[in-house]
């Protein structure tokens, strides 16, 4: 698996294409949104960059998971929210302006933020002797999240129709990228695959289900609007999969640390609409005028 032409080239590609994607829904005003609502988006980007590692190191320490697979959670755990969490907020209701602004300093910020969880965890785990993110490592890494999303902001400010026109057939292509990669990379490991899904099946799960509540139980503490909430938990329970899926098959050339990314992007297409589906049944007390109180707030 690790040295097929799926893998060695086409994931890059495909990985670039769908972060291109992601520029291509983005404005320089979507960054700036953090300004007039600063309250939510630096709070959801702390749960989901200082809560969730440590969360998910918790869970790992708990299971006695190995060490490669241990290492596959912390990359998980270290992915920002994918695109898939607009989609999302967007069935359950939710603020998927703020999704999208969330989405775009997230992807900025995991481009650093990945490399040093996931070496911290290497260190810690003592998976020195099979991989690591060295300096030019680290450097591809950050090529591979921020170079496309960077192309496709410039295409979208230069050329917004063709930018509308492929962000649907875009959106699908990275569907179908998560679903063949995340396939390929259980039949790399089919001898093995139902140890892992027993090890890891639990961890991810309930790691997939903490995420949730825990972006919907911070917002909520942080007095945002019922919209925000649902957006929250979807940004920080919906992880780009195919960065963590890319990172460990491509760059650090090892099906095993796939594993939790892949079984998770399995998973969270089954319990993401289900806690959605949960939060909404609770009836909105907030009106129009109470959100909009809430984002003035914010």
Known sequence: MQDSVLISTGLPIALAIIMFGLGLSLTPGDFARVARTPRAV?????????????????LVLVFDLPPLLAVGV?????????????????????????????TAINSVLAAFTIPLITNLAIGHFDADGALGLQFTKVVQVI??????????????SRWSGFARSADRPVRIFSIAVLV??????IIAERDNVVDYARQVGVVVSLFCLISLSCGFGAALLLRLTRPQAVAASMEIGVHNTTIALTIALSV????????????????MYIL?????WVITREPRTETADDDAVGLRES
């Open 42 to 58: 630096i709070g959801i980007l702390a749960v989901q960059i200082l809560i969730l590692p440590v969360i998910a190191f918790g």
């Open 74 to 102: 912390m990359l998980l755990a270290a992915s920002p929210g994918g695109t898939t969490a607009n989609l999302f907020s967007h069935l359950f209701r939710g603020d998927v302006a703020l999704n999208i602004s969330l």
């Open 143 to 156: 090529a591979l999240v921020l170079a496309p999303v960077a192309i496709g902001m410039v295409v979208r």
């Open 180 to 185: 063949v990669v995340t396939t390929g990379a």
């Open 252 to 267: 650090l050339d090892n099906a095993m640390v796939a594993v939790p990314a892949a079984v998770y992007s399995i998973v």
């Open 272 to 276: 993401t609409p289900a806690f959605g």
